[in-house]
Each structure stands twice: as C-alpha cells, then as structure tokens.
C-alpha cells in the first residue's frame, strides 16, 4: 500500500521543541521533493519547509528560518522536520507531501499527502 503517514505533532509550550516524522511505505521517498506544509483554522495552507530529492538543497520559510530543520534518512525512507523555540503562531495541522517539483513547491504541485499531524503551541 502506497501511502505517507505523517507524525510527531502534540501540545508544547512556547519555546519548547518538536520532532514530525514523514514516513514512506510502498514506494521510494529518496527519489521525490518532500515538503512540510501547514494549516490553521481559517487559513490557507502554507509551505512551511521543503528537501530536494537529494538532500542537497533546502527550503524554509520566513516565519521558520533559523527554528525548524529539514532533514532525510534515506535508510528509514523518512524525511524529518524539527521544530525549535516554538511559537503560538506555529499552531496548525502540519502535512508532508511529495512533489516531482524542486523546492519550493506550491500544495497543488504536490503528488501525494500524509493525513497531518496537529501541533500546538500554548501555556
């Protein structure tokens, strides 16, 4: 079965960290463009980071420059995105996807979706 299962998501308090994990089954992630994508209530979904299908080259977004980290374990065919001094702000459902695009990619470009994994941020 052909499928993404995105993870990782909970509660955290402003400041603290959080590791989301974008597991593959079924077929080969290291040969597609993985991005992180989000979405708050009432908002469109966002590009949040994305990894080139090498690894070689990255995205981040303005909003998380020098946070979060984008990472591949080609051996766990598994892209990893962790989250640093997490802010309120940062609160949505986070999704990955994968693209034949190079980064960064629009949602529509994107091939196939994890279900999200819900992060909140909140004292």
């Known amino acids: 079965q052909v499928q993404l299962v995105d993870s990782g998501g909970g509660l955290v308090q402003p400041g603290g960290s959080l590791r989301l994990s974008c597991a593959a089954s079924?077929?080969?992630?290291?040969?597609?463009?993985v991005g992180w994508f989000r979405q708050a209530p009432g908002k469109e979904r966002e590009g949040v980071s994305c990894?080139?299908?090498?690894?070689?080259?990255?995205y981040y977004a303005d909003s998380v420059k020098g946070r979060f980290t984008i990472s591949r374990d080609t051996a766990k065919n598994t892209v990893y995105l962790q989250m640093n001094s997490l802010k309120p702000e940062d609160t949505a459902v986070y999704y990955c996807?994968?693209?034949?695009?190079?980064?960064?990619?629009?949602?529509?470009?994107?091939?196939?979706w994890g279900k999200g994994t819900q992060v909140t941020v909140s004292s």
């Open positions: 079924g077929f080969t992630l290291q040969y597609y463009t």
């Open positions: 990894i080139s299908s090498s690894g070689d080259n990255t």
């Open positions: 996807a994968t693209s034949t695009y190079l980064c960064p990619y629009s949602p529509r470009a994107a091939r196939s």
